[in-house]
């Protein structure tokens, strides 16, 4: 049974279990959505929300926090000045764990954490103009080859 067990272990010692969720909370931040295992971003989720809390509280002391917890000095600005703002007037859960498939060489179930709002934006397909062009142009060219046999 599973009484009173929280967290996740990863199959890590404490101190690079700690290094790793740190990485994928400050990569979280700087990319706003990162490509992991599942069990890593169910790991890295709360710690994640809790920068957000940080970000919205905005003293000295969040700033402080935050910055001994994320590994680069951009990954805070970007918290305390884009992140933060975003999620000001929402209580909670922004982030979003997708499901995506099994990784190739192994076969562990990937997943997509992400900030909600952030979502993947389609480009638009362009009309292959060029390709639609030369289409009829080579028909016109065969059609001369095989009129001078």
Do not use: C
């Not at 954490?113 to 292959?128: A, C, D, N, Q, V």
């Amino acid at each position: 049974m599973r009484h009173l067990v929280s967290g996740y272990k990863l199959g890590k010692q404490p101190a690079h279990r700690r290094a790793v969720l740190r990485n994928l909370v400050t990569n979280l931040i700087e990319k706003e959505r990162i490509q992991t295992t599942i069990l890593r971003a169910k790991a890295a989720r709360p710690l994640a929300e809790r920068m957000i809390t940080l970000g919205k509280r905005d003293s000295l002391h969040a700033r402080r926090q935050a910055a001994a917890f994320l590994t680069t000095p951009g990954a805070t600005k970007k918290l305390f000045g884009e992140l933060a703002p975003r999620f000001a007037d929402r209580p909670g859960g922004y982030t979003r764990i997708v499901r995506v498939g099994w990784r190739l060489g192994d076969g562990a179930e990937l997943a997509i954490l992400e900030f909600i709002g952030s979502e993947l934006k389609k480009k638009e397909k362009r009309p292959r103009k060029a390709a639609a062009e030369e289409v009829p142009e080579e028909k016109e060219e065969k059609e001369a080859a095989v009129g001078k046999k």
